[in-house]
């Protein structure tokens, strides 16, 4: 089993930014089709992320390299670690610790673009950071591990405990996936940026970086998403397909909130799951 789940890792550090390009083509082609147009192919998000490679680095001071390359690392060891079915709590740790260098990356720049954009990236730390680790409370009351591994291969029906967790989780998902109405601290929307947040000041590979950042953590998040269906997995496989169409479709049809709504639904997010946690517990104490 343990070589199983390291092949795991291995697998995710060398597939995941292909399959998370590959969505992130789907996902413009979709919107493109919402939208009236024709839309670019398939494989544009690889020649966008190669021309990037391509250009020179403007560098505004070294050390926004150093945290943008930190950055990429702790995103692709946390979706690693997931998919070697390490522990939740460590995992969600790597995944926050990520963040905040990316965070660092846009404030070691003098810039008060980029600033704004890393406090808005901040903000959306504080919304959705708490539905995360109710998230991995509630798989653990129903598994009785905090362990992926045995969180993937538990055969009791996570989602049907836990519905309100799941809800809170797929609207802070809209919050992580950085699309509307809660993409407040950056977009991969060109029409809706004169300036780009938090990634205002980077350029070049370091640009493509965080791009390729942006894939493992799709994949992470969506392999997040099969875990409340991972007792049937074509059901869970469906379930996370129907999950990032409707983020596509939210996507689509909602125009950006301002900052203090975006960390009010992350909260009441968080709400809705301890209210789902507290009813749960009130079960296994033979409440009824």
């Known amino acids: 089993m343990t070589w199983t789940w390291l092949i795991g890792a291995i697998l995710f550090l060398i597939l995941a930014p292909i399959v998370g390009g590959l969505i992130a083509g789907i996902d413009r082609i979709i919107t493109a089709r919402m939208q009236g147009r024709v839309g670019p192919p398939l494989l544009q998000p690889f020649y966008d992320v190669g021309k990037l490679f391509e250009k020179e680095r403007a560098v505004v001071t070294t050390a926004q390299n150093f945290y943008v390359l930190a950055y990429l690392i702790f995103i692709a060891v946390s979706g690693a670690l997931f998919f070697a079915g390490g522990d939740l709590l460590l995992i969600i740790f790597a995944f926050t610790l990520a963040h905040v260098f990316l965070v660092l990356g846009a404030y070691a720049v003098h810039s008060p673009y980029s600033h704004i954009g890393a406090e808005r990236e901040l903000i959306q730390l504080m919304a959705y950071e708490p539905m995360i680790i109710l998230a991995a409370v509630g798989l653990y009351m129903v598994t009785n591990s905090f362990l992926v591994a045995d969180i993937a291969t538990a055969t009791v029906p996570a989602i049907l405990y836990l519905p309100g967790v799941f809800l809170g989780f797929a609207t802070i998902l809209t919050i992580k996936l950085r699309k509307s109405p809660f993409d407040i601290s950056t977009s991969h929307h060109a029409h809706q940026e004169i300036v780009k947040g938090i990634t205002t000041e980077f350029s070049g590979s370091t640009l493509a970086q965080v791009e390729i950042a942006h894939w493992y953590e799709n994949v992470f998040l969506l392999g997040f998403v099969f875990l409340f269906f991972a007792w049937n997995p074509v059901i869970g ?35 809705l799951g301890i209210a789902n946690l507290a009813i749960l517990s009130y079960m296994m104490l033979g409440g009824v």
């Open 237 to 271: 496989i469906v379930a996370v397909v129907v999950t990032y169409l409707a983020e596509i479709f939210i996507d689509n049809v909602t125009a950006r909130v301002r900052w203090q709504a975006a960390l009010k639904s992350g909260w009441l997010a968080a709400v």
